[in-house]
């Protein structure tokens, strides 16, 4: 009987030996016992295997010659707070093991007392993977920000701002660009909707809505021209926007996401090139270039509906002495005074051109369908253009002369385009002759040409 006792008794203590190693030994974690002078006095096998050693090398060793030396301070200022505070201590730090490369080590110390003396447990777990990740998302998130800060640069240099309008809470999230183009402070945030229309010009507004609209419910295109009249006040800005539809899987409308740049600068560009090309940079009238243009318009013009019209060339007489005592400040002030004059004498039909020096041409189109009537529009015009051209003309003098008072007249000449007339330069030449005949017959004249043409015909 006793003898069956003492083997179930060695029964059960093998059991609990073989719980313990499982629990114990085998844990998933490391457990270290240290010493109250940080000796290590036990370890499990799994802490034994993160350190890198045998037990019998780890044993009475110090614990803090397993951390790595750029942390042992960190580690020694948590077990003073333990001891002192009496409070579990949770920190991570880099450990040493063995010859290996270091890693990082999650630890959490308690003290408890055995025996009358005070110990330091420490539960030690392997974090390098969780490391490694966290260093990877800390460097995708700084990567991340780098290309946002890059974006915002690239939006204000190129003046181009991202938007995205939300369906279900119908705000739209804008750049930091984005805002500044409508006029809000220039911080990426969201508005509602109804906040950036309303700085959509009214001639515009429709237009954009209903594009929105389309690329909402039916996929239509959104792409478009508008003005901004920006929330703050600072001037309208002509814009260029471009979205798309993003949609779940059902293809239900999320999200409408787009772009949107200030073309201002653009336009005036495009505007100052097609200045150059087609007016004259002095007085902003049409240069010889856009006059032959349209010539070519009113002859078109002129055989649909059978109707006259007339050009009007003329020269100013007397001008270069005008140059000659007062420079070419004085003449360019003349020649922007009679561009004025001449634009107050004609219709907003006509076109006046300057086509190069102190010479004029002027256009007159949607005449009368009979010629007489026509001729006299025509030398009705001609004669309001004398006249006002005739009057004496008061230039600034600069800052210490005096106003200058200059008499200038013009040299006119007037043909009649018949609607069968189809050669542009044949007028022009034409209508110069008749200039040159008014200057021989002593100038501040007109001279008009009707039948050049028809004694021309064979």
Same mark, same amino acid.
């Given at each position: 009987?006793?003898?069956?006792?003492?083997?179930?008794?060695?029964?059960?203590? #093998?059991? $609990?030996?073989?719980?313990?190693? @499982?629990?114990?030994?085998?844990?998933?974690?490391?457990?270290?016992?240290?010493?109250?002078?940080?000796?290590?006095?036990?370890?499990?096998?799994?802490?034994?295997?993160?350190?890198?050693?045998?037990?019998?090398? =780890?044993?009475?060793?110090?614990?803090?010659?397993?951390?790595?030396? &750029?942390? $042992?301070?960190?580690?020694?200022?948590?077990?003073?707070? =333990?001891?002192?505070?009496?409070?579990?201590?949770?920190?991570?730090?880099?450990?040493? *093991?063995?010859?290996?490369?270091?890693?990082?080590?999650? %630890?959490?110390?308690?003290?408890?007392?055995?025996?009358?003396?005070?110990?330091?447990?420490?539960?030690?777990?392997?974090?390098?993977?969780?490391?490694?990740?966290?260093?990877?998302?800390?460097?995708?998130?700084?990567?991340?920000?780098?290309?946002? &800060?890059?974006?915002?640069?690239? $939006?204000?240099?190129?003046?181009?701002?991202?938007?995205?309008?939300?369906?279900?809470?119908?705000?739209?999230?804008?750049?930091?660009?984005?805002?500044?183009?409508?006029?809000?402070?220039?911080?990426?945030?969201?508005?509602?909707?109804?906040?950036?229309?309303?700085?959509?010009?009214? &001639?515009?507004?429709?237009?954009?809505?209903?594009?929105?609209?389309?690329?909402? @419910?039916?996929?239509?295109?959104?792409?478009? #021209?508008?003005?901004?009249?920006?929330?703050?006040?600072?001037?309208?800005?002509?814009?260029?926007?471009?979205?798309? %539809?993003?949609?779940?899987?059902?293809?239900?409308?999320?999200?409408?996401? !787009?772009?949107?740049?200030?073309?201002?600068?653009?336009?005036?560009?495009?505007?100052?090139?097609?200045?150059?090309?087609?007016?004259?940079?002095?007085?902003? /009238?049409?240069?010889?270039?856009?006059?032959?243009?349209?010539?070519?318009?009113?002859? *078109?013009?002129?055989?649909?509906?059978?109707?006259?019209?007339?050009?009007?060339?003329?020269?100013?007489? @007397?001008?270069?002495?005008? @140059?000659?005592?007062?420079?070419?400040?004085? !003449?360019?002030?003349? =020649?922007?005074?009679?561009?004025?004059?001449?634009?107050?004498?004609?219709?907003?039909?006509?076109?006046?051109?300057?086509?190069? !020096?102190?010479?004029?041409?002027?256009?007159?189109?949607?005449?009368?369908?009979?010629?007489?009537?026509?001729?006299?529009? *025509?030398?009705?015009?001609?004669?309001?253009?004398?006249?006002? %051209?005739?009057?004496?003309?008061?230039?600034? !003098?600069?800052?210490?002369?005096?106003?200058?008072?200059?008499?200038?007249?013009?040299?006119?000449?007037?043909? /009649?385009?018949?609607?069968?007339?189809?050669?542009?330069?044949? /007028?022009?030449?034409?209508?110069?002759?008749?200039?040159?005949?008014?200057?021989?017959?002593?100038?501040?004249?007109?001279?008009?040409?009707?039948?050049?043409?028809?004694?021309?015909?064979?």
């Amino acid at each position: 009987m006793q003898n069956e006792e003492l083997r179930q008794a060695q029964l059960s203590l #093998e059991h $609990q030996r073989e719980s313990y190693f @499982n629990l114990y030994e085998m844990a998933p974690v490391g457990y270290v016992s240290v010493s109250a002078q940080g000796l290590i006095l036990n370890a499990n096998l799994t802490a034994i295997k993160l350190l890198g050693d045998s037990r019998k090398n =780890l044993i009475s060793r110090r614990f803090s010659q397993c951390i790595a030396t &750029q942390h $042992q301070d960190s580690y020694y200022l948590r077990i003073k707070r =333990l001891m002192e505070k009496r409070q579990t201590q949770n920190f991570e730090l880099q450990m040493v *093991a063995g010859q290996a490369r270091p890693f990082w080590a999650s %630890l959490i110390a308690s003290v408890v007392k055995t025996d009358g003396d005070e110990e330091i447990r420490i539960v030690l777990s392997d974090i390098s993977e969780h490391k490694r990740n966290e260093l990877a998302l800390e460097q995708s998130e700084r990567t991340l920000r780098i290309s946002q &800060q890059q974006m915002e640069i690239i $939006q204000s240099i190129s003046a181009t701002g991202s938007w995205t309008y939300n369906l279900v809470t119908k705000e739209i999230w804008g750049s930091a660009e984005g805002m500044h183009i409508f006029g809000f402070p220039a911080v990426a945030g969201s508005l509602p909707i109804d906040r950036f229309q309303a700085c959509i010009a009214e &001639q515009d507004r429709q237009r954009v809505h209903q594009s929105l609209t389309g690329l909402i @419910n039916e996929g239509g295109k959104y792409d478009l #021209e508008f003005t901004v009249i920006p929330h703050d006040g600072s001037p309208a800005k002509i814009t260029h926007s471009v979205a798309t %539809l993003e949609t779940d899987a059902q293809g239900k409308p999320l999200k409408v996401l !787009g772009f949107v740049q200030d073309i201002t600068k653009t336009r005036m560009m495009e505007e100052r090139v097609r200045q150059l090309a087609f007016l004259d940079p002095l007085t902003s /009238l049409p240069n010889r270039r856009l006059l032959l243009d349209r010539m070519g318009q009113a002859l *078109a013009a002129n055989r649909r509906s059978e109707a006259f019209g007339a050009l009007i060339y003329l020269d100013l007489d @007397n001008f270069k002495p005008l @140059n000659d005592q007062h420079g070419h400040g004085a !003449g360019d002030m003349l =020649l922007m005074e009679v561009a004025l004059r001449l634009n107050s004498c004609v219709r907003a039909v006509d076109t006046v051109s300057r086509i190069g !020096g102190d010479e004029f041409v002027v256009l007159l189109g949607d005449l009368a369908a009979q010629r007489a009537r026509a001729a006299e529009q *025509a030398n009705n015009l001609a004669e309001k253009i004398r006249v006002a %051209l005739a009057r004496p003309y008061q230039l600034p !003098g600069g800052v210490e002369s005096e106003a200058i008072e200059h008499r200038c007249s013009a040299s006119i000449g007037v043909v /009649l385009i018949e609607p069968q007339h189809q050669s542009v330069e044949g /007028l022009l030449k034409w209508a110069d002759a008749a200039m040159y005949r008014a200057k021989e017959e002593g100038r501040n004249r007109i001279t008009f040409m009707m039948e050049r043409r028809a004694q021309q015909r064979p």
